[in-house]
């Protein structure tokens, strides 16, 4: 069984919507180190407008360990919230995979 199917695997056993899902397994494909847009996220899994219903989806994320919900941001750049310890923590996440953050935006990210 590969990584992916694994997941997925996981996911089944709590009650999270088709989208939750959907949104859940996309950003399990974002490297270490990486980031992606809330709005990258919706059109990735074909929902385009649907960047806030990423947000939230995220906060419902049952496996924050291995789907690394910290790796979406805003699409200006900005850190944003995070449902597991709040932006500070977020912030330390990021940096600790070698991204820079400098007073909650990522500098170089372009979208």
């Known amino acids: 069984m590969n990584k992916t199917n694994s997941l997925s695997k996981k996911l089944e056993q709590y009650a999270l919507t088709n989208f939750q899902r959907a949104v859940l397994m996309e950003v399990a494909k974002i490297p270490r180190g990486k980031v992606m847009s809330y709005k990258q996220i919706a059109q990735a899994i074909g929902k385009p407008n649907a960047y806030r219903a990423v947000g939230n989806a995220l906060k419902k994320n049952p496996l924050?360990?291995?789907?690394?919900?910290?790796?979406?941001?805003?699409?200006?750049?900005?850190?944003?919230?995070?449902?597991?310890?709040?932006?500070?923590?977020?912030?330390?996440?990021?940096?600790?995979e070698g991204s820079v953050v400098q007073k909650g935006v990522l500098p170089i990210y372009k979208n």
């Open 64 to 96: 924050p360990v291995l789907i690394p919900c910290h790796r979406v941001i805003r699409a200006n750049g900005e850190v944003g919230g995070y449902a597991f310890g709040g932006k500070s923590k977020k912030i330390k996440l990021l940096e600790r």
